[in-house]
């Protein structure tokens, strides 16, 4: 097996900042927005050092997107910032018309997303943006691991034209991924091999499935452990040749089980190769306060959770 | 100087045009689109200085944008007769594969759209970054922008206003098609406007009101003030009184013809009080 270190904890909304800090040197059309949550979004740096491309709108997020799309207009690539519930349910409206009808190349970048926001409770911890987003025809989702693919990923969405939806979280998590790795949008990143069961996670969930590989691995137990920290489009060939392998698969998540990414890995292997699938991921419910740690635990988005039932699976093939 | 003849000879024919192809397909929005012919073809024969032929990034000239999007017959109609596409794919309106989509969309990529429109009130939004592209691109040119008066209803318009005052987004003009009418009745009905004047004033903007909508040459006069009082640190609005459904007796001062056809022999009146000038597509 593979050995993951965590070269020390942080959060990936901070990877989100690092990046467009980076774009700011390197990007002059990228321009940055933010309604009222620039601390949050690790954006000040970049406000710091371009404050004519930085654009506070306030608390309203429905004309920051339409901001945004007129922005594109002149070719500036406009990077928005506020929390992934703001980002997406709030202004689906405005997203699908003035962003993605009208391709539009807007950054709709999403932080503290899913139960890991913690104590602020369901009003805040967005379980549906997944879905909503990749509903929307031409818009690419990406939901990245740790600080260093966050970073990679803000950086790679700057050259992609066209709408990305990119979702990181709050809380301080394992940091394991190579530092300046290039990021390739679409593609999945395989980071153990194994024969017996497929674990295909994104975002927080992947330190948990490589977690889980390990106590699988002492189970006599092996796991192919796939990151795919983009859900559309999804890297179909990669999860066929992996479940072509094993002949089960688990998929993990931070968001419900309706509309995520295991109903896009399910659709893929239904259309393909049927294979028994377990799903990580909330049951169609609402979040509440706790801690992050705590919420996982409660709502069954940990390595025990992945472990049981990549175990589960395997029986049904 | 203006050819005015020439004018409006393309106001009739604009006229035309909407009727024809509201009536092709039975569906469309004649109302609203017979109410603001004069505004558009004032616009786009007169007060935008255009490049020749279509660049979505419209660098180095005058941009507009549609918001109540469902005036697309005039749309398209000056659209074509300004020579963005041949006006013989007017009578595609509507039409499986058209380009000319119920509601205004680049996706099928008719020349002169920068924007879908449709769902209402995103319109002040998109020009407002369009507006700072153009800052930003040390572009001195305009953006200019339509938007119904009900269409004001929808909330977005109004974080748009706040911010445009609020970051003197002044190469910007607004203009609300003040026609008083909207689906279900009038405004003032459905949901009064209140003082729409004093409220883009109280907001921060730089308020005109071209009390003649659908006289052409009051349009063009009152629109070069509107243009002169950009660059002063506000934005400009101009609150442009329309009646819906202007030029065909049946259909004016009411609103029950903002979403409706006109059937054979409603078309045969309405074109005989609108003859052909330029000639029908």
């Known amino acids: 097996m593979k050995k993951y270190i965590d070269s020390g904890k942080k959060d990936t909304r901070s990877g989100f900042g690092a990046g467009l800090t980076e774009l700011g040197k390197t990007h002059p059309n990228v321009v940055a927005l933010c309604a009222d949550l620039t601390g949050s979004l690790k954006m000040d740096d970049f406000k710091a050092n371009h404050p004519e491309r930085f654009f506070q709108v306030g608390i309203a997020e429905a004309n920051m997107m339409g901001i945004a799309a007129g922005l594109t207009i002149g070719g500036k690539i406009p990077f928005t910032g506020t929390f992934a ?13 003035s962003i993605a009808y009208s391709h539009k190349n807007v950054k709709i970048c999403a932080s503290h997303a899913g139960l890991t926001l913690g104590e602020d409770g ?13 509903m929307l025809p031409g818009m690419t989702v990406i939901n990245t691991c740790d600080y260093n693919q966050t970073k990679a990923a ?10 990305v939806y990119l979702r990181f979280g709050r809380p301080k998590v394992a940091n394991f991924t190579p530092e300046n790795q290039s990021f390739e949008i679409g593609k999945a990143v395989q980071l153990q091999e194994g024969n017996d069961v497929t674990i295909i996670a994104t975002g927080h969930l992947v330190w948990e499935a490589l977690k889980a590989a390990e106590t699988l691995n002492e189970q006599g137990v092996s796991a192919d452990v796939i990151n795919i920290h983009t859900i559309k489009p999804l890297d179909s060939q990669a999860i066929l040749k992996s479940v072509k392998k094993t002949g089960c698969v688990v998929t993990a998540e931070e968001h419900n089980y309706l509309g995520g990414l295991g109903e896009s890995v ?52 | 100087m203006p050819d005015m003849q020439h004018l409006n000879d393309l106001v009739i024919q604009v006229r035309r045009d909407i009727l024809r192809q509201v009536h092709k397909v039975n569906s469309g929005h004649p109302g609203g689109s017979l109410g603001c012919t004069e505004f558009f073809v004032a616009l786009f024969q007169e007060l935008m200085d255009r490049k020749e032929g279509f660049n979505m990034d419209g660098k180095g000239e005058d941009i507009f944008f549609l918001s109540n999007g469902h005036i697309s017959p005039v749309f398209y109609s000056v659209l074509a007769r300004s020579g963005y596409f041949p006006v ?20 099928e990529g008719l020349p002169g759209i920068r924007i879908a429109s449709g769902s209402l009130g995103q319109g002040i939004s998109v020009a407002i970054g369009a507006a700072h592209s153009k800052k930003l691109n040390n572009d001195s040119h305009l953006v200019y922008t339509l938007c119904g008066d009900g269409e004001l209803q929808e ?56 009390e003649q909508g659908n006289n052409l040459e009051a349009i063009m006069n009152r629109m070069k003030t509107a243009k002169s009082k950009t660059g002063n640190g506000k934005p400009v609005c101009v609150l442009l009184h329309t009646v819906m459904g ?13 979403g409706k056809a006109p059937n054979d022999e409603q078309l045969e009146i309405a074109l005989s009080q609108n003859p052909v000038t330029l000639g029908d597509y």
């Not at chain 1, 519930?85 to 018309?97: A, E, H, K, L, P």
């Not at chain 1, 049951?283 to 390595?303: C, I, R, V, W």
């Not at chain 2, 406007?193 to 907001?203: C, I, M, T």
């Open chain 2, 88 to 107: 013989e794919e007017l009578n595609t309106f509507r039409l499986l594969n058209s380009r000319l989509q119920g509601h205004p969309t680049t996706h």
């Open chain 1, 122 to 134: 369901a009003t805040h911890q967005i379980l549906e943006d997944i879905g909503l987003m990749k």
């Open chain 1, 154 to 163: 803000t950086i790679a969405i700057a050259d992609h034209h066209g709408p």
């Open chain 2, 246 to 258: 202007h030029g065909v007796d049946f259909m004016m001062h009411t609103h029950d013809w903002h």
């Open chain 1, 266 to 317: 399910a659709r893929v292997l239904a259309q393909n190769n049927p294979t028994p699938q377990e799903i990580v991921a909330t049951q169609d419910t609402f979040g509440e306060s706790g801690t992050p740690e705590q919420l996982m635990e409660k709502y069954g988005l940990n390595a025990a959770a992945i472990t049981k039932a990549a175990l589960k699976v395997m029986t049904r093939k």
């Open chain 1, 85 to 97: 519930n703001f980002s997406t349910g709030r202004v689906y409206d405005q997203i699908r018309q």
């Open chain 2, 155 to 210: 909330g977005q318009n109004w974080e748009a206003i706040m911010y445009a005052a609020g970051n003197k987004v002044d190469n910007l003009i607004v203009t609300v098609d003040y026609n008083g009418q909207q689906i279900d009745g009038s405004t003032d009905n459905v949901l009064p406007l209140g003082n729409l004047k004093g409220k883009f004033e109280a907001f921060g903007w730089d308020v005109m009101e071209i």
